[in-house]
């Protein structure tokens, strides 16, 4: 896995970013498949026998050739599901992603939950190691290894239905209401979450369509919503992409590789987390409007003031690269500041050390709606181990303020528990469950 | 006959070749080619390993056979439904499984699809039983082989789990614990055309023969 420097915020301390040689490198659109792997430089594992599911610990990637793929060899690649964590967090966004709200239905109880758990990890497991699930008619659109990775989270419905309120976490509610939201209800917060993301968005669309109709009837899809990103350059398979807007998205992050562990992961900092919480994070999906039309207005000068980067390569303002750290000091010739006082970077900035989410977003860019001529926007995911206390300071000050909501919307909202990984033998969820 | 009725018809009729391919096989007795798993995955996995056809009747004195069956799943209703997976034989002597019992189901047959000479697809029995070549397997599929569960003691609910114990001919049991899944296809199995399944009708008529 590449590994995401931390950047220590609250100091004045330069900060330390992915290498983001910005430039589009040959062979970008050909490392959206397979190749993406292998060019992050991840040790080639031999096809062994791969019936054998990865049990080695979490979210490693090896590269492993289908069982059914004959001989010819690929260097694409899978993603191991068991293990302490879920997958898809800490992964390296892969191109793909498809993020579906579900509701169990009524009269759900605990056995419910159990049994949609021990249907999806089954499934999950299959998937994810390039086969197709147990009831798979279609089996070949599984069988090429596109780094799938599905992360399943919970919401407050589900601690209900189990008769476990009581040891729900207290962040697990509806976010504040923010005077920059304008929510729709068809984005609401469900019961249960999936979070289906690959190199393929065939191999998206179909774990999708296998894990919903799958869980049929302990569970009934709410929404989809899809999401597309591409990597920066052939070889920086991390977590900057580039937005709708054109910018540079994903920069600054805490480290994915350990040292920011306790604010990604519950349990890695807090001695006593919640009942069969430890392993797991928490997932707040935004649903975020970009109003194109309105962009296309801004010049690039206002383009750049109102996110305090630079277009061309992310850099802050009062830099040159994007792993600068941003001088919030600095006053331009006529005394301005350089970096706007409003500008999201300044704004999204920790005001606390602790106020840092890993965030993981995807660009949608849905069919138009009536008469507009875009349907254009962020899936912004972030994790962390307690939303409120981290995700919801930052939301806090750019609602207040945020040259950024000029153009952007909050239209959908929920917040999720993404259960601990299913360790051997285990299912999703069964420490809660117990 | 509706279009929808049709329309599943057609879907059968596409996977017919498939299923025929497997009885053949298993009536035939080649062996099989190993696939990696023993999830059998393409029909060219299924496909006989060589011309060499061995017999047919299973070894007198037969070390104890080990059979399970991979990926295995029931799928989900009430009163007549079915188990389908990979029959896996790892012992090193053929077995034939001809029959077996479940805790959900008050019977449980060994089925088959077979293409009528009007042209339908029909469930029957699978005569002789299940059999699975020495080290190799049997796969079984929504219009394939299939166990079929009958009489079944409440609905099957998505999530749950079945006890499967089949019966081979010397008398030996394999024990299975099949989890129950939601599944849209295998609306052939439910249809029978007389009470006392000795073969019971698909609901789709072949659309070409
Ligand atoms: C459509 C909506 C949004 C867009 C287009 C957007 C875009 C950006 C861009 C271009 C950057 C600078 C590069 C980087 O470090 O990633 C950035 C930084 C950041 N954004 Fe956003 N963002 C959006 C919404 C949000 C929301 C809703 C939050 C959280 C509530 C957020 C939190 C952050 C944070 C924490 C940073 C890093 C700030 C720092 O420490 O330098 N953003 N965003
Ligand atoms: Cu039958």
Same mark, same amino acid.
């Given at each position: 896995?590449?590994?995401?420097p931390?950047?220590?915020? =609250? %100091?004045?301390?330069? !900060?330390? #970013?992915? &290498? +983001?040689? /910005? @430039?589009?490198? $040959?062979?970008?659109?050909a ?19 791969s ?5 080695? =610990? %979490?979210?490693?990637v !090896?590269? #492993?050739? &289908? +069982?059914? /793929? @004959?001989?010819? $060899? ?35 109880d605990?056995d ?68 920059i ?17 690959a ?32 990597p ?22 805490p ?26 994070t ?76 890993l965030?993981?977003?995807y ?32 939301q ?7 040259l ?9 909202s ?11 033998g285990?299912?999703l969820?069964q420490?809660?469950?117990? | ?10 879907t ?11 009885a ?12 990696g ?17 061995s ?20 799928k ?21 499984l ?14 088959t ?10 469930m ?9 070549p ?76």
């Amino acid at each position: 896995m590449v590994p995401h420097p931390p950047r220590r915020p =609250g %100091s004045d301390e330069q !900060a330390v #970013t992915p &290498p +983001a040689g /910005a @430039g589009h490198g $040959p062979g970008r659109r050909a490392v959206l498949r397979g190749g993406l792997v292998a060019a992050a430089g991840v040790a080639a594992t031999a096809a062994v026998s791969s019936c054998q599911v990865g049990s080695n =610990g %979490s979210s490693t990637v !090896a590269t #492993t050739r &289908p +069982a059914a /793929a @004959g001989s010819e $060899p690929t260097d694409a690649a899978t993603v191991a599901f068991r293990g302490a964590r879920q997958a898809g967090v800490v992964t390296d966004p892969q191109p793909f992603a498809a993020f579906v709200g579900l509701d169990l239905p009524k009269g759900a109880d605990r056995d419910t939950c159990r049994r949609l758990m021990g249907v999806w990890t089954d499934d999950i497991e299959r998937l994810m190691a390039a086969r197709g699930p147990l009831t798979d008619l279609e089996a070949e659109l599984a069988q090429v290894p596109s780094r799938l990775t599905v992360t399943v989270g919970v919401g407050p419905g589900f601690y209900a239905a189990a008769d476990l309120r009581a040891h729900a976490p207290s962040w697990l509610a509806p976010l504040p209401r923010f005077s920059i939201d304008r929510l729709d209800q068809a984005w609401r917060q469900t019961d249960v979450v999936l979070q289906v993301r690959a190199d393929s968005p065939v191999a998206v669309a179909h774990a999708t369509r296998r894990l919903v109709v799958g869980a049929d009837p302990l569970a009934n899809q709410v929404w989809v919503q899809r999401g597309f990103r591409e990597p920066l350059t052939a070889t920086d398979a991390g977590l900057p992409f580039r937005n709708q807007f054109g910018q540079i998205d994903g920069t600054v992050q805490p480290a994915t590789n350990g040292p920011d562990d306790p604010l990604l992961w519950i349990g890695a900092g807090d001695p006593k987390p919640p009942k069969g919480l430890a392993g797991g994070t928490s997932m707040v999906i935004r649903r975020i409007a970009m109003n194109m039309d309105t962009w296309d207005r801004a010049d690039r000068v206002a383009r750049e003031n109102a996110i305090g980067r630079r277009l061309d390569n992310g850099a802050p303002l009062t830099g040159t690269k994007p792993t600068d750290h941003p001088n919030l000091q600095a006053k331009d010739a006529l005394g301005f500041p350089v970096i706007d006082d409003a500008s999201h970077l300044r704004r999204a900035m920790p005001a606390q050390p602790h106020e840092r989410i890993l965030r993981a977003p995807y660009a949608y860019d849905d069919p138009p709606v009536g008469s507009a001529r875009t349907n254009t926007g962020l899936v912004f995911v972030a994790f962390q181990a307690d939303p409120v206390r981290q995700f919801v300071p930052i939301q806090t000050r750019l609602a207040e303020a945020d040259l950024m909501n000029i153009w952007t919307t909050p239209i959908g909202s929920s917040v999720y528990a993404v259960l601990p990984g299913a360790g051997a033998g285990e299912t999703l969820g069964q420490a809660l469950l117990s | 006959m509706s279009r929808s009725t049709l329309f599943t018809h057609v879907t059968l009729s596409a996977i017919s070749p498939r299923a025929r391919l497997t009885a053949t096989v298993a009536v035939v007795g080649c062996a099989f080619a190993l696939s990696g798993c023993g999830t059998s995955t393409s029909a060219a996995d299924t496909a006989p390993a060589g011309s060499g056809a061995s017999s047919t009747a299973p070894a007198a004195a037969a070390p104890k056979a080990e059979v399970t069956l991979d990926s295995g799943w029931v799928k989900a209703g009430s009163g007549m439904t079915a188990a389908f997976g990979t029959i896996t034989n790892h012992s090193s002597v053929p077995v034939t499984l001809v029959k077996g019992t479940s805790d959900k189901a008050g019977m449980v047959a060994l089925h088959t699809m077979e293409k009528q000479t009007d042209g339908t697809m029909k469930m029957t029995e699978k005569k002789g039983g299940f059999l699975i070549p020495a080290g190799g397997n049997l796969s079984l599929n929504p219009g394939g082989d299939h166990i079929m569960l009958m009489e079944v003691s409440g609905p099957l609910a998505n999530g749950q789990k079945v006890a499967l114990n089949m019966v081979a001919t010397d008398g030996t049991t394999f024990a299975w614990s099949v989890p129950v899944r939601s599944f849209a296809g295998a609306q052939e199995t439910y249809a029978p055309a007389v009470p006392g399944m000795t073969g019971m009708t698909s609901t789709a008529p072949a659309a070409t023969k």
